[in-house]
């Protein structure tokens, strides 16, 4: 009695399930008698992951992270790059030709900046006006280019000046990486409650209760 009981509500329960699929099935059918189906145009939706506000801050986060990135490596490479200038300076270079060294020879991230500036000049720019496109588009190396610029304009030594902007980086770096270091411990927190904690409990603490409620 109770097995016809299941399979008569199992039956009926497919039944139920077949309703809605039957009744698709047959507009279908009606809709392919009449001709064929005429697809409607895909409209953006206001969340769409193509062009909606969703994928613009997406977008915008990803800029944002990349920005940081580039000011990071461009703050790390430039004690590099301050050398450079100061040997070019010493060595009798002009601002331009200062520049022209570390396009040379300079550090990738800062490289390709520097560069585009020289190209400006090449093309009729005047060293100020490149060296403030350079000061706009990568600001960490904003007091490199007023330095020279005022080397280039009012016949200043950039050596001193570069030289002093050199240890400042340095400075400026060494306290980055010393909060970094103080951050650390903080940091791992998370692994070591979480991670670290619980494996130990389960190699050390589980097996001696399991093997103690085995001997009851």
Do not use: H
Not at 42 to 54: E, F, L
Not at 115 to 138: F, K, Q
Not at 171 to 198: D, G, N, Y
């Amino acid at each position: 009695m109770t097995s016809v009981l299941v399979v008569g509500c199992g039956l009926g329960w497919g039944a139920l399930a077949a309703v809605p699929l039957v009744r698709r099935g047959q507009r279908d059918a009606i809709r392919n008698r009449f001709g064929p189906r005429v697809a409607r145009p895909s409209v953006p939706t206001r969340w769409s992951w193509d062009g909606g506000p969703v994928m613009r801050v997406v977008r915008g986060v990803l800029r944002k992270r990349r920005q940081r990135d580039l000011d990071a490596r461009l703050q790390e490479e430039l004690p590099t790059v301050l050398d450079l200038l100061v040997v070019a300076v010493g060595a009798g270079a002009t601002p331009r030709g200062a520049l022209e060294t570390v396009a040379r020879w300079g550090p990738p991230a800062i490289v390709a900046p520097v560069r585009r500036a020289l190209v400006a000049t090449e093309l009729g720019a005047s060293l100020a006006d490149a060296l403030g496109d350079l000061s706009t588009e990568s600001p960490a190396l904003a007091p490199v280019a007023d330095a020279l610029l005022a080397s280039a304009e009012l016949g200043a030594p950039a050596g001193p000046a570069l030289a002093r902007l050199g240890d400042e980086s340095r400075s400026a770096l060494r306290r980055q990486a010393e909060a970094r270091a103080r951050t650390l411990p903080v940091k791992l927190l998370f692994p070591l409650v979480f991670l670290v904690l619980p494996a130990f409990g389960l190699l050390t603490v589980v097996p001696a209760v399991i093997s103690a409620l085995s001997r009851l």
